[in-house]
């Protein structure tokens, strides 16, 4: 069975850093893509960045946010920059064997529980 375990949220000023982990067990996806979304109160998850042979982000995002893998610890990483308090969101680790439709929701088949990401003005 598959699981996500999502890793390093928590409370932080705006202007500061955090570092996301997921790392991903029951399954490998060193060929598949692995992601980040986001999703505030009274929003929709939203779209963060991608990782496969190559990388994408969310306009809000890019320039602040890096993603980043170690296949061979099967984890992703979302390093979050110049964090500012639009980013508050519960974050959430996806992952799909297939290269789908990477910027949506249905694009990916696992998902973390989530990890609670509170920046402060």
């Known amino acids: 069975q598959v699981q996500l375990i999502e890793s390093g949220g928590g409370l932080v000023q705006a202007g500061g850093s955090l570092r996301l982990s997921c790392a991903a067990s029951g399954g490998t996806f060193s060929s598949g893509v692995m992601g980040w979304f986001r999703q505030a109160p009274g929003k929709e998850r939203e779209f963060v960045a991608a990782?496969?042979?190559?990388?994408d982000y969310a306009e809000s995002v890019k320039g602040r946010f890096t993603i980043s893998r170690d296949n061979a610890k099967n984890t992703v990483y979302l390093q979050m920059n110049s964090l500012k308090a639009e980013d508050t969101a519960v974050y959430y680790c996806?992952?799909?064997?297939?290269?789908?439709?990477?910027?949506?929701?249905?694009?990916?088949?696992?998902w973390g529980q989530g990890t609670q990401v509170t920046v402060s003005s």
């Open positions: 996806s992952a799909n064997r297939g290269a789908g439709a990477t910027r949506s929701t249905l694009g990916y088949a696992y």
């Open positions: 990782i496969s042979a190559w990388r």
